[in-house]
T-cell receptor, first 115, second 114 residues
């Protein structure tokens, strides 16, 4: 069985500060890993994904994440936060696609950006 | 290219009533998924269609939920009869056959059962 842990429910940073959102996963098979973002009143948008190629993955809006197998982590970072980054962020895992491509999500974490 | 659309955006019903949610995937996407987020909880998988066939329905909570995808295009999720604990946001997602892992999500349907 797979699982995703996102510790905490809320992170607040100042505009221009580093954004670090943590994600740890558990999977019995090589995982695919994802970060999704949900802006207010919108659906989930894919930020980036790890699919067993490069361990450092770059996504949209300046975000990136690094897959660390030894730490079972896939933390999301952005060097400088913008006000527009305020949203809820979800980490998710799936088994290497084949018959089972369903996503298992973490609880999500809300990012606030202070002026 | 139009994204995944869901209808209605909001629904408020009373316990015991029936509600049908609709999802229109991105054109040409064979894979269609339903997920649900109950307030304060994580988003959870409900089921997965490949074209018109149910590939995995392990997440369906009970037999009050019925999903269909006739003709392999749009899908409906019916809840009958609705219970209070069915309240939440229901998301639909779709993906291509050759890029199964990249799921595109709709805006969700917010269901409130009173």
């Amino acid at each position: 069985a797979q699982s995703v842990t996102q510790l905490g429910s809320h992170v607040s940073v100042s505009e221009g500060a580093l954004v670090l959102l943590r994600c740890n996963y558990s999977s019995s098979v090589p995982p695919y890993l994802f970060w999704y973002v949900q802006y207010p009143n919108q659906g989930l948008q894919l930020l980036l994904k790890y699919t067993s190629a490069a361990t450092l993955v770059k996504g949209i809006n300046g975000f990136e994440a690094e897959f660390k197998k030894s730490e079972t982590s896939f933390h999301l970072t952005k060097p400088s936060a913008h006000m527009s980054d305020a949203a809820e962020y979800f980490c998710a895992v799936s088994e290497t696609p084949g018959a089972n491509s369903k996503l298992t999500f973490g609880k999500g974490i809300t990012l606030s950006v202070r002026p | 290219e139009a994204g995944v659309t869901q209808f209605p955006s909001h629904s408020v019903i009373e316990k015991g009533q029936t509600v049908t949610l609709r999802c229109d995937p991105i054109s040409g996407h064979d894979n269609l998924y339903w997920y649900r987020r109950v307030m304060g909880k994580e988003i959870k998988f409900l089921l997965h269609f490949v074209k018109e066939s149910k590939q995995d329905e392990s997440g369906m909570p009970n037999n009050r939920f019925l999903a269909e995808r006739t003709g392999g295009t749009y899908s409906t999720l019916k809840v009958q009869p609705a219970e209070l604990e069915d309240s939440g946001v229901y998301f639909c997602a779709s993906s291509r056959a050759d890029r199964v892992e990249t799921q595109y999500f709709g805006p969700g349907t917010r269901l409130l059962v009173l």
